[in-house]
């Protein structure tokens, strides 16, 4: 967490996180415009974000774009904010984004103390996917091509469904994202997710992908990407779920939840 405080203890980071928080994947070129600063000196911060794990950067083609990273704000706000307040950081977490006539993507990355392996069957199991999912499942028998659906024992159908694109274990999956949890999820369509996952040293990386998805696609349907990786770091890494308000707020054995019904 260290990295993280210190990169935001510069205004000028602190600006460039703005900027992407209003609208994400933009090039150094974009960024630089109007700084009144040279590329190399914005390339030095965004090297600094990256290395943080609060800008996240990938290539099309010949550019590369820059994407906010909400994980790492997540697990400050995990770690300190929920300590003092039970109202979920939404605003530290969802994503607002200005329309565009493309497809929106979003990137979020994390780093996670474990194997490939276990990390993979973290993610294709249905009882671990309840640890870390707000105590939702998930179904298939994961070969190429097939169906998967996640639901919640308390919906009355599923809260996703799609289909397995690629299946690459314990490296890549690929899966179309069809949400039905609400009308304007239903409305939105089919978009697409990726999880890459790749080893670094006794660790892995996983970066999640969600695009493919409508240029004025509601945060709903992608803002809760950061609380469900904190959640699955936190079980990995501890054999613990989180308990933070925002992570049991879907799950059934709430009392709260169960109190307010």
Known sequence: ????????ADPTRRDLLDTLFANDGQTLLALTTGRGMTRIAVAKHLAILEEAGLVVSRRHGREKHH????????????????????????????????????????????????????????????????????????????????????AHPDAPGPLVDGVNLEIDPPRRLVQSF??????????????????????????????????QLPA???????????????????????GNELTTPGSLMYNPTNPEQEQNQ
């Open 178 to 211: 069809h949400a039905h949890w609400s009308d304007g999820a239903d409305a939105a369509g089919t978009s697409r997710v990726t999880w890459e996952i790749e080893p670094v040293a006794d660790s892995c990386r996983l970066t999640v992908i969600h695009d």
């Open 216 to 238: 004025d696609a509601a945060p709903d349907l992608y803002g809760g990407w950061p609380m469900i990786l904190s959640g699955l770091k936190t079980w990995l890494e501890t």
């Open 1 to 8: 967490m260290e990295a993280v405080f210190r990169a935001l």
């Open 67 to 150: 994407y906010l990273n909400p994980v790492p704000i997540r697990l400050v706000y995990d770690r300190w904010v929920s300590k003092y307040t039970e109202t979920w950081a939404a605003g530290l977490v969802g994503l607002k984004h200005e329309l565009e006539e493309t497809p929106m993507e979003k990137v979020f990355e994390i780093y996670i103390r474990t194997t490939p392996e276990r990390l993979w069957a973290a993610i294709t199991d249905p009882a671990t996917r309840t640890r870390f999912q707000f105590g939702a499942t998930i179904e298939s028998d994961w070969t190429a091509d097939s169906s998967y659906r996640i």
